[in-house]
């Protein structure tokens, strides 16, 4: 699975915000590294922070009762790694582990949640981002599992027409 990638190293995912709100989200990230084959946060587990992926790559998975973990997507640079911080119950949708050595901007989500509160023109430009990402790995689950588990001939499947 080749991993999607949203512009270049360093803000990616941030970079379709105005400077200005880019620069007063970028001043409460703090950069984070995790070595290869890490569990970064579990399905379910409170979701209290979120990253930009400055390097290497992680993948999302999901836990199939009776199968295990399925991997749905795998990001690199510039992705958003973490939405579910944003909305109550504040807990994560997917798990992630890194593939390999990761260096990403972490954001500790009260305060990001805060910085929106006192300046809404930049949590609606933030709400925007996190929905687009929301959105794309909702269809990447959905081709991804009609992938692992459709039936045959099932759009997604590899194994139709």
Known sequence: MTPRTNGPAGEGALTALPDEHRGRLMALAREAAFPGATRIFEEGEEADHFW????GTVALDVQIPGRGRAVVETIGSGALLGWSWLCPPRRWHLGAETRGPVQAWEFEAPAVRGLCAERPELGMAL???VAETIGERLRATRTRLLDLYGPPGSPGNGNGP
């Open 52 to 55: 930009i992926i400055r390097s």
């Open 127 to 129: 709400i925007t981002v």
